[in-house]
């Protein structure tokens, strides 16, 4: 089975950067997308950002373009999310996950997450 472990987040000042690890163990395919989803207290759960895991091509929501650079490893497996000129919206509950089919916007494509990272941001 897939499992994915996310790491790297932490509390950081407005204007910060942080990158968010994904590391990814156990069967997976190379058609899969990787994608990065967060929410906040009270709030829906939202995408972020979008990665293939064999084409590179990249998706991103409109609130974090320009911010936020999703990349991957595959050598090492891992899926990243780096962060930068963090506004107190993003703080929240970021989730790595690996889509199995559908759009990679749409949370119910993806078949396996990770238990999230919490990232915070002081104003």
């Known amino acids: 089975q897939v499992q994915l472990v996310e790491s790297g987040g932490g509390l950081v000042q407005a204007g910060d950067s942080l990158r968010l690890s994904c590391e990814v163990s156990?069967?997976?395919?190379?058609?899969?997308?990787m994608g990065w989803f967060r929410q906040a207290p009270g709030k829906e759960r939202e995408f972020v950002a979008a990665?293939?895991?064999?084409?590179?091509?990249?998706y991103y929501a409109d609130s974090v373009k320009g911010r936020f650079a999703i990349s991957r490893d595959n050598a090492e497996n891992t899926v990243y999310l780096q962060m930068a000129s963090l506004k107190p919206e993003d703080a929240a509950v970021y989730y790595c996950?690996?889509?199995?089919?559908?759009?990679?916007?749409?949370?119910?494509?993806?078949?396996?997450w990770g238990q999230g990272a919490q990232v915070t941001v002081s104003s």
């Open positions: 990665i293939s895991w064999s084409g590179g091509s990249t």
């Open positions: 156990g069967r997976t395919f190379t058609n899969y997308a």
């Open positions: 996950a690996a889509k199995c089919s559908g759009s990679p916007t749409d949370q119910y494509a993806y078949a396996y």
